[in-house]
């Protein structure tokens, strides 16, 4: 089991950053690929960002150049930094881990999500 706790989400004004970090319960290099999704009212859940134990790393397009997805493996975290924010930025944020138990099985953990409000 992986639990993973989101912090860092609140109300910024369009063109403000912010910077979210999500804690995981177990030593993330055990923890293949981790990552950011969001989901806004109405919406279904979409990908932002994620890193891979080697660094690789994957961003939906709409945020290419303004987040920047990061792990550090000492402190068990996972961070999001975003920078500037737009009005459809705004959304619940879920920090997601995906750990393979086998080559071909692997489960994957979700935070329970931190809200984060870009006011125009």
């Known amino acids: 089991q992986v639990q993973l706790v989101e912090s860092g989400g609140g109300l910024v004004q369009a063109g403000g950053s912010l910077r979210l970090s999500c804690a995981a319960s177990?030593?993330?290099?055990?923890?293949?690929?981790m990552g950011w999704y969001r989901q806004a009212p109405g919406k279904q859940r979409e990908l932002v960002a994620t890193?891979?134990?080697?660094?690789?790393?994957d961003y939906a397009d709409s945020v290419k150049g303004r987040f920047t997805v990061s792990r550090d493996n000492a402190k068990n975290t996972v961070n999001l930094q975003m920078n500037v924010l737009k009005p459809e930025d705004t959304a619940v944020y879920y920090c997601?881990?995906?750990?393979?138990?086998?080559?071909?099985?692997?489960?994957?953990?979700w935070g329970h999500g931190t809200q984060v409000t870009v006011a125009s």
């Open positions: 177990v030593k993330i290099f055990t923890i293949s690929t």
């Open positions: 997601n881990a995906r750990k393979y138990y086998s080559n071909s099985y692997y489960s994957d953990y």
């Open positions: 890193i891979t134990t080697s660094g690789s790393t």
